[in-house]
């Protein structure tokens, strides 16, 4: 393949983008076109259509845009669902590690862990579980019940594995 066939061959795959390209890219291209009818037919046919259709570039830009921010928006409440989470079982935990002695009645935290779960863990899951059901997918759906029903469920054995 001689340099003039390679420059068709990318004249071709660069036409239909031409707007986007780099002005000496431009200036390759149109030279080419000078001379290969066949590039030219391929050129007045895409700047055809872009008379044709010039809001669709436009159009495309304002379409993207809310997705975008609605996909911020997304991953926000995400971080924010699994984030109250956190703060509400470090702040159970924390307050069993400080009101008794895990020495002598370690049983008894644990207890207190359990009920304060069940209090306070319990109603705020349900409240998240329904953002959860109204912004995202049922995989989010079913983690964040199993993840939370593990939680209530199973708190005490999850403490008495790690401590
Ligand atoms: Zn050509």
New binding site residues.
Partial sequence: MDAAQK??LL??ELIPVINDLDENAVKVVLE??HH?T??QHLYLNVMEMEENYPQAPIANEVDIKPLKKLVQFNRGLKLLLIAIRAVILLYIIYSGIQFYDWGTSAQAAISYIQSVTFLFYFPASLFLTIFTLVFFNKKWIWLSIIFDLTIILFIDRIITFFI
């Fill in positions: 420059i068709h004249s071709r080419h076109i290969c066949e590039c």
